[in-house]
């Protein structure tokens, strides 16, 4: 009966098109109305912005290395997150760590900063590529570079690199978010949400690095990078809840990744970039319009060998930029400040190696009133240094 | 006229599966694409055999963990399209009505699978070079957001319309339809319009099709011209 009854309503073309334009603005009218409101222009949030206001200097304050995970050799890739004001710890750190980068049996590692002690906690792994596997309903090859965010309700979510087919070119981003009802590192552990959806090509091959910008309404802005023989960067924006609402392309170019974020302003933000050519320089690329649109900027002066950067604006005039400074190694990591990221001044030499020495991928976090940097030592630990803004200091 | 561009496609009101409905969908889309894999390769045996292996490679595919064959193809491919499980399911039903499926069987011959086909092929390599950063703007991107659906749906509609007379009301473009209204339903198989549409291995399979047909064309007319 319906057949007969559908093959004379679409006979003609005129039929089809008055049923047509019912049922498509009806279909419109529904992916609108379930879909979340679009969200407000973005605008970052300064994690300390009264430090404009207080003239002064960075000084050491603490260094070391954060423990390792018993019987693990090898560590690399360290984020840090700052944690509530009410919670026993400052800050988490995880890492990656196994064997060595790419083995299977590669986890991922976290450790908090007591405040209660002054000290790192006993490090334990917190994720691993078969529990990942499980939750997401197909195989994970390998697990690599972590980012984790802290959203308003106090849930850590982590953003782990995991491989298919094909090493790094295959790798995707998974987000995983905190299900424990605590944060604190004994009982820490993770459900997955979703392998992120950034790529047509079987959603291939982006990468997470660096840390994520916070903004005003809650949500952040997480830099990521498509690595397939090209590299560009990419920004993902995400709500307060931490869903995922876009991204946009940050460069024309195709030779630079892992961006990280500096704010200059609540909407002028600034991309500084890992470059792979040889003789690189730090690459840029700013936005006016809170991450709506990308432009191109001349390269720093400041040589990049290939190498990781992490950077963070503070407060307005003060940005922080953690990078290996020598062209041709990642023997030397320096600590360097700028009023608008185009000037950096040395604040400190983090370390200064010589020979196989490698001091590299940092990772850097203003808490507690103080800069934190963590950075990878040798491959086989994660060292961190702790920096105090000194009022009124040279 | 690229900030401009840029503006207009830019999405940021994405709305994406829950965690539960994307494990279900990645699950239960490759057990139907297997399904009609099996069910292809077995012809030649009575059609009860192969829908026999039909269901018991989808059961296969629906249970957890490394067992079944979607947790490989998952981790190599992620999951098929909408359309791609649209097509493997109406192959089983084929299959299963047998005979009486002769005129849906022509129809696969026909002109507006060949459009339709024309349409996908374009589209894949759009999306490919916009992978590979070809394009000023972000074509993938522009898939989380209305304005994608709009364009998929005019096009569809126009196209549904046009083919009036020469095709059934339930033809290649009202499957289109249906896909995308499943997508706005469901939002499978990951909140963008065009992972719906066309995954990579459909893209190369329609390539596939459009270069085995272009090849017999020609070698119709050399023959024809031979024996003339």
């Known amino acids: ?394 | 006229m690229t900030d401009y561009l840029n503006f207009l496609l830019h999405t940021n009101a994405a709305s994406l599966p829950s965690p539960a409905s994307g494990y279900g969908y990645l699950h239960g889309a490759w057990a139907v694409v297997m399904a009609a894999a099996v069910a292809w390769l077995a012809q030649g045996v009575s059609v009860r055999v192969r829908m026999g292996l039909a269901g018991a490679v989808a059961v296969l595919n629906m249970l957890p963990g490394p067992v079944a064959p979607a947790y490989w193809l998952g981790l190599a491919f992620q999951a098929p399209s909408l359309l791609s499980a649209g097509l493997a399911l109406a192959y089983l039903v084929a299959v299963w009505r047998g005979p009486a499926l002769g005129p849906w069987r022509g129809a696969l011959a026909g002109t507006r699978w060949s459009v339709l086909g024309g349409v996908g092929v374009a589209l894949g390599w759009v999306l490919l070079l916009d992978t590979l950063a070809w394009w000023p703007v972000s074509v993938y991107a522009w898939g989380f957001g209305t304005s994608a659906v709009a364009v998929v749906l005019v096009v569809a509609l126009l196209a549904w319309v046009v083919s009036a007379g020469r095709e059934p009301a339930c033809g290649p473009w009202a499957g289109v339809l249906g896909v995308l209204a499943l997508f706005v339903l469901t939002r499978w198989p990951n909140g963008n319009v065009w992972d719906a549409l066309l995954d990579p291995w459909l893209w190369a399979g329609l390539q596939g099709v459009g270069a085995f047909r272009a090849l017999r064309w020609v070698w119709r007319r050399g023959s024809a011209a031979t024996h003339a």
């Open chain 1, 1 to 394: 009966m319906l057949k007969p009854l559908l093959t004379e309503l679409c006979r003609s073309p005129a039929r089809r098109l008055l049923l047509g334009l019912g049922l498509g603005a009806a279909l419109l009218g529904l992916d609108v109305g379930l879909r979340p409101d679009a969200p407000a222009p973005a605008q970052a949030a300064w994690p300390a912005p009264m430090l404009a206001l207080a003239p002064g200097a960075l000084g050491l304050h603490a260094q070391g290395a954060i423990p390792m995970p018993p019987d693990t050799p090898a560590a690399h890739a360290s984020t840090l997150v700052a944690m509530a004001p009410s919670d026993a710890a400052a800050v988490t750190a995880f890492w990656f760590a196994g064997q060595r980068e790419s083995a299977p049996d590669v986890q991922i590692a976290a450790s908090q900063f007591d405040r209660a002690t002054q000290q790192w906690t006993p490090a334990r792994f917190v994720v691993n590529r078969f529990e990942v596997g499980a939750q997401l309903g197909f195989g994970v090859r390998r697990l690599g570079n972590p980012v984790a965010w802290v959203d308003p309700q106090g849930r850590i979510h982590l953003f782990v690199v995991a491989t298919g087919l094909g090493g790094w070119a295959a790798a995707r981003i998974v987000h995983l978010r905190q299900s424990s009802a605590s944060t604190a590192l004994a009982g820490l552990s993770f459900e997955v949400l979703r392998a992120l959806p950034l790529s047509w090509l079987w959603n291939t091959s982006f990468l997470v690095r660096t840390a994520p910008l916070a903004l005003q309404d809650g949500g952040m802005v997480l830099p990521v990078h498509f690595e397939l023989g090209i590299k560009y960067p990419v920004a993902l924006r995400f709500d307060a809840q931490g869903n995922m609402l876009g991204m946009v392309r940050m460069s024309r170019r195709l030779h630079i990744l892992q961006p990280t974020l500096l704010m200059a302003s609540d909407t002028h933000w600034l991309a500084l970039m890992r470059d792979q050519r040889p003789q690189g320089k730090i690459t840029a690329a700013q936005s006016l319009d809170g991450g709506q649109s990308w432009a191109d900027l001349p390269d720093l002066a400041l040589a990049n060998p290939d190498a990781s950067i992490a950077g963070v604006g503070v407060a307005p005039g003060h940005m922080w930029m953690a990078y290996n400074s020598s062209p041709h190694s990642r023997q030397v990591l320096d600590l360097s400040h700028a009023a608008d990221a185009r000037q950096w001044a040395l604040t400190r030499r983090l370390e200064a190696g010589s020979g196989e020495d490698e001091f590299s991928y940092p990772a850097v976090l203003w808490a507690d009133d103080s800069l934190w940097v963590s950075y990878t030592d040798q491959r086989e630990r994660i060292a961190w240094q702790r920096f105090v803004w000194q009022p009124n200091a040279p």
